[in-house]
């Protein structure tokens, strides 16, 4: 089955702690997202990814940092310098960027921090 | 500051009657408008999208209707049924650009 997946789907953290979330698509898209999900405020983009090597800062960057060092991967490591990490953190795909490319979504990973 | 305004927050509908969502944009640039549907627990799915050229596009029973003067689309969905409870998200974003701005989300409970 091809899609994306996203590990893991819970995930708790001490305070001060960094945490690296992992996504992998099998789609073979050449683009990749992070999002950050809150109540009440929508999608918001972290960072994205339009090739091996390269990634690009979305609105809210501060705190996270990613690499994507081969297509199919693209972690996300939230850092201690982000001052309210705990949210719903989804990764996306598509074929390539520009927006009439449908964005594949994965189930998510819930970071809580304790 | 908010890209694409989205209403209301939340929506109850009996089934068989008309869901409808709203959203408006301010940036002319934009011209393509997706609507994602997410099941709690879930990544969103895209749902229906249309472009600017259009002032309506439906699939089955699930229709965007497009102003351009206004800078306003919305949702219906008409016949709703309980398997339509979710969360909505209308979406924006320029051709030029690398990235969607979203909405905030709708969440619709269809009661039996």
């Known amino acids: 089955d091809g899609g994306i997946t996203q590990s893991p789907k819970y995930l708790f953290r001490k305070e001060g702690q960094n ?80 927006n009439y490319n449908e964005q594949f979504f994965g189930p998510g990973t819930r970071l809580t921090v304790l | 500051q908010q890209q694409v305004k989205q209403s209301p927050q939340s929506l109850i ?28 627990g879930k990544g969103p799915a895209l749902l229906i999208a ?16 497009f102003n351009k003067s206004a800078k306003q689309f919305s949702l219906h969905i008409m016949d709703s049924q309980p398997g339509d409870s979710a969360t909505y998200f209308c979406a924006a974003s320029k051709n030029t650009g690398n990235q969607f701005y979203f909405g905030t989300g709708t969440s619709l409970t269809v009661i039996p």
Not at chain 1, 37 to 48: E, F, S
Not at chain 1, 71 to 91: D, I
Not at chain 2, 50 to 65: A, L, M, N, Q, Y
């Open chain 2, 13 to 40: 509908v009996q089934k068989g009657g008309i869901s409808i969502i709203n959203c408006a944009y301010e940036n002319t640039a934009f011209d393509y408008f997706p609507w994602y549907q997410q099941f709690p």
């Open chain 2, 50 to 65: 249309i472009r600017p050229d259009v002032s309506e596009k439906k699939e089955g029973r699930f229709t965007i209707s």
């Open chain 1, 19 to 98: 945490v690296t979330l992992s996504c992998e698509q099998n789609l073979n898209h050449d683009a990749m997202y992070w999002y950050r999900q809150d109540p009440g405020q929508g999608l918001r983009l972290i960072y994205y990814s339009q090739i091996v090597n390269d990634f690009q800062k979305g609105d809210i960057a501060e705190g996270y940092s990613v690499s994507r060092e081969k297509k199919e991967s693209f972690p996300l490591t939230v850092t201690s310098a982000q001052k309210n990490p705990t949210a719903f953190y989804l990764c996306a795909s598509s074929i390539g960027t520009g």
